[in-house]
């Protein structure tokens, strides 16, 4: 094994990526929520399929919460479940968009009152934070208007900026607010985050705690994602992802599945700006709409783990050369030629130099775990968004 | 008055546009459904609701039913009901998407039993156009696929062509099958019937009862719709609008409120082609998620005349020259003369030649409905799309 | 006459819209230029017909310069020459892609030399500035590549950067740098600068003078563009405008042409954000190809003054009202009162009121100008892009 | 070697794809053509460019001429000149967009007499094929509008369908009309063939001998192109492909650059249906602006093989069964088990099986070819678009 590939294993082994409690329940589209068998109806079972996905994979160590959907009574319990299990609490996701009173948005609202109660909402997500351990508070405002003149576009930057303040100065040592920005959807008019740009100049008023968050399914089409990947990381801005994918819009596919290409160059972009070896979050956000939840999400970190095999195998030093002098076919060649190699034999060894099994889709089946939460988890009411 | 302006008048006088019975019960996107205060708990609250805006326009003469959402026993009843208001029952929208068993599809599922249950729903849509006097069976299928692999994209074609081909021949006398394609959602890698192109195959083989229908916001980001409606008519196989308008995907805004010289232009064409003489039909397909629907539903009927109106002011002959001389800026300003025009005073005239007030929106404010309904329907469970 | 109309009429008087040298010359596409007659040979000819449509217009006083399709041995003659035809020099539009050296981009260019060479130049474009009292130095970059690995997409940053902050450095006082942004074109994977948030950083980064030219053209599908003039205006970093209209891609047609409604919805915005009182220069960035330049040129402005014409009238109080409120109909209905407005009465008096005839287009075809240029430019080599 | 592998490798040598006479040739954008070293100046000398690359690859026998970019005095001499290096002439190429007259269209423009010099080219384009042996006539059309009014849409599919039936009767025993269609440009608002829809209906009222030409790079957005391969495949219409790739509009990148994945999803309809054993055709049509052409050439020409070597690599059994149960994660696994093996040592093998060099960039690097044609074309005009 030369020393290149022993330090791409190290970086594959060391890999850590970011599952969401959300993504263990039930999801869909304004047409129809499909009910799948064993899914879970407590946080705390979201964390023991999380566990699964650790289990077999090395690489999943963390889970993302969601608040109100995994609202408990007793959050530093929740946090050891999850540590008990090996996993820690990620993200602590706010959630101003399924109350009545958000019906014309959150914290940009134009009645104070409602402004008032999504703050109070985010600021108790920091003290789930204090309460669990995790260190990033991420936002996504579905705030928005849906036509020309429903509110005044500019003003609603402003309250925007105020609500953000007001959390920021609460954030403890070592808590991060990650902003998140999607082009349109549910607003379909104007969106008050709509762009790394607008995530972007809050972020830099706020300060160094505060980065952006690319979710990979919220751009227009034709977006370079990985150019503002790589400008968010010269920028020291760049928080975290929120993985997924999508043909069209905001499909929330398993990540790597539309554009496998696309989740490479990515990847790419990160090792290029040391985005792997620095505090950017790696996290799933996904929809398994039609496919079973938990082998979906195993398949979507194996697809991470690909694209950051290829990437880490890209003969950076070539590369360089050939676009020193320019030479377009060539430096195109190289970077190719790590995307065209089949990983899966090196990562299949990354797995059993880690104690697993090399082919982890095969070993959840054959743990019999889908078909125990089936039977345990048969009564009572499913967990999913309440939309 | 003009002999053209009384022919203008003449045509909006006659116009027809039919509302959806959906639009007056309660709907979102998948992150939240806001409940409103006088929803519909019944059809027959739906139909009295659309009364109102027939009474308000005096163009909104018939309503579209869709099934399951508007199941009743007894279909002529409903239909009484509707005459006993001042309207009759319009397209029927058949519904193979929200059962269990339509997780992959439902024609063009690779069960066959599934596929069965599905083409007896379509059956039972035409037994109840046949209850209800309806002329035209609207098919929307979800179908389709999330990733790459998941099913034989050509096999589900010759699926679909077998249930079409049933549902024709059942088809009587007079009756329509209006075969609707959309680009995407709820179906993220393929969709069966994702554009005009297949749409249009499939009906040409079926025969003349079967037609295409243009939904506004089904189109990919710079489709041309108004060049769509010109081949069609051309191609007799327009068979009718979902009319709404969209700033991204499927937004389901009201009509001509993203792009009201969009909707000038394809009702131009429409014009053009004669398609406002023939059995072309208008229907409205919206959802009104914020905002109130009843006005909503009124004023999209008006945004829907107003375009009509300036398409009819067209000086068709004036335009007609410029063309022919290749005078592109004269041609184009001929057209833009009648969008820049405003039709409101003329539209106002009309209403009140047809006995209406002029201003239906204050009329509907004014009549007291909205208070009513919240009142009388406070109890039960209001109408949506149960998603 | 009402204090707001009369307020209105002023604003339109004082209206000033900058129209581009090259916009006089022959386009095309990369398929066909048609070379139309009549058009300018020189730089002092495009002023000529520059000076035609102010004169129509009365609200054109300014003509962008192209650096090298502009070059003249004596730019303080070429300013003298504007004058005397009641125009003067507007911003100064480097051009570091049409050199073979530019084949891999300009100062973003992997060798130094290039980077030095385009810089040089735009250094003279400062110096042409200083010649001709303009005060804008617009800069639009076609650096990018074509191939994923081509390129260090990061230090590509780096040399952009670099080469800003010595061309800033050079700016006289009063003298700004407008840096533009674009999707792709020329480039087709990735383009160094292009969206407004990487604008926007740069500008940040260098200071007062640098500020971000929104083209319309130069969007992904779906860009909100109103809004990104919004936050550009609330955060004094909107420099102007290359005002266009596109279908498709950056098609540059006639502004106002594709989408009258975004245009309105844009001048809006700029209303509300003061940027029509504030130093944001309203510059026209198009292509003739096929219709004739001058009277599409008095067209194009026209368009603007209508819908700025319409973004005035917009009864702010109802609309702040409603909006407060949280009434969308009711705030949507009061903007599109605005928009459906015919306000070509109101800009004939304008124009009447200024000493010129109420109808542009009419008088320019009367005047003679047409025939004129096509009988004395005859011979010689029109001006064009030169690709 | 299995019987299963021995099928693949005898289907990729006997793939033939065929180049492009004018990608020999500069090339660029509307903002530059840079012109590079050793580009023909003659259609000649574009064959033996060609010549190289069939002779690297095996499998690029054909080559399609654009008249009249090719046009000479002795077509006959041409296909001997072909033939003595082992090549074809494959389809021609008409080119009715670059004469003046040709402003606002050709077989759609208002003025009979230009459509009848447009016809009469087409019409001298059957001419060729009767002289070269061609068996394809290619139709692309630039015509369409700019501007909304312009012209009459509905006007102009009448002429397109009389000019269509024109040549379709003038075809011979054995020759083919393929009819392509694009989204936009050279046209910006309307294109008179914009999507597959239009070109399928016109072709399916021509007969048999008209086909539908999928180019690669003519979509909108977010379009779902092998969906669109499966049904004229399906239909019987599908005459060939124009392969290249874009990241946004009709980029005409070295095809399988921008979207490996989307090609091997291409690719894999193609078998699905039978096409890569039918008379489809697989043209090239790309633009080399930035990097040298005969090697690019040879890197599409690979990337197709590739693409056709994963698709012949399903496992098509095992895709039936997953798909037959619904399975969508293992279905899709299948496929994606294709795709990401790396192909590249089989290619390798089946080249050396063919006697030629497993590497063909390196030994078109090693043969001197390039150093030969950069001193011999020193002098005269290179080929180029002439735009």
Redesign the interface.
């Known amino acids: 094994m030369t020393a290149a590939v022993s330090a791409v294993k190290a970086a594959l082994r060391n890999q850590a990526i970011e599952t969401p409690s959300w993504a263990y329940g039930n999801?869909?589209?304004?047409?129809?929520?499909?009910?799948q068998p064993g899914v879970p109806r407590t946080p705390r079972e979201k964390l023991d399929d999380a566990a699964r996905v650790h289990a077999h994979t090395g690489v999943a160590p963390s889970v993302a919460l969601h608040i109100p959907w995994d609202r408990v009574d007793d959050y530093a319990a929740l946090a050891r479940h999850a540590e008990e299990r090996g996993l820690r609490i990620g993200a602590i996701n706010a959630n101003v968009?399924?109350d009545?009173e958000?019906?014309?948005g959150s914290v940009c609202h134009?009645?104070a009152a409602v402004r008032r109660k999504a703050l109070d909402h985010l600021l108790e997500c920091v003290d789930i934070m204090d309460a669990t351990g995790s260190g990033d508070l991420k936002l996504w405002f579905?705030d928005g208007t849906?036509?020309?003149?429903?509110?005044?576009?500019?003003a609603r930057?402003?309250r925007l900026a105020e609500a953000l303040a007001a959390v920021y100065e609460r954030l403890g040592e070592g808590q991060r607010m990650l902003l998140e920005y999607k082009?349109?959807?549910?607003a379909?008019?104007?969106?008050d985050v709509?762009?790394?740009?607008?995530a972007?100049?809050h972020c830099?008023k706020l300060g160094e705690k505060a980065q952006v968050v690319v979710d990979t399914g919220h751009?227009?089409?034709?977006?370079?994602i990985?150019?503002?990947v790589?400008?968010l990381?010269?920028?020291g801005k760049l928080g975290g992802f929120d993985f997924n994918s999508?043909?069209?819009?905001d499909?929330d596919?398993?990540v790597g599945?539309?554009?496998?290409?696309?989740l490479f160059?990515i990847m790419y972009?990160v090792v290029?700006?040391g985005g792997h070896e620095s505090r950017t979050a790696f996290m799933l956000d996904q929809c398994h709409?039609?496919?079973?939840k938990i082998?979906?999400i195993i398949?979507s970190v194996m697809n991470v783990q690909?694209a950051t095999a290829k990437a880490l195998l890209v003969d950076r030093e070539a590369?360089?050369a050939?676009?020193?002098?320019?030479d377009?076919?060539a430096?195109?060649?190289?970077?190719?030629d790590a995307?065209?190699?089949?990983v899966?034999p090196l990562l299949a060894e990354v797995r059993e130099e880690m104690g697993l099994d090399p082919d982890p889709?095969a070993a959840y089946h054959r743990s019999g775990w889908a078909e125990r939460i089936t039977e345990d988890r048969k009564d009572g009411r499913q967990a999913g968004?309440g939309?």
């Open positions: 999801s869909g589209t304004r047409f129809k929520v499909f009910a968009f399924q009545d958000y019906r014309l134009p009645d579905a849906n036509y020309p003149g429903q509110d005044d576009v500019r930057q402003d082009l349109f959807e549910p379909f008019y104007t969106t709509p762009d790394w740009g607008t972007y100049a830099l751009h227009a089409p034709g977006t370079n990985e150019f503002i790589a400008v990381l010269r920028e999508r043909f069209y819009a499909d596919l398993m599945a539309a554009d496998p290409f696309q160059r972009e290029r700006g709409n039609i496919e079973p082998p979906a398949r690909e590369l360089s050939a676009q020193a002098e320019g377009v076919l430096a195109n060649a190289v970077l190719m995307y065209n190699t089949d899966r889709i968004w939309a």
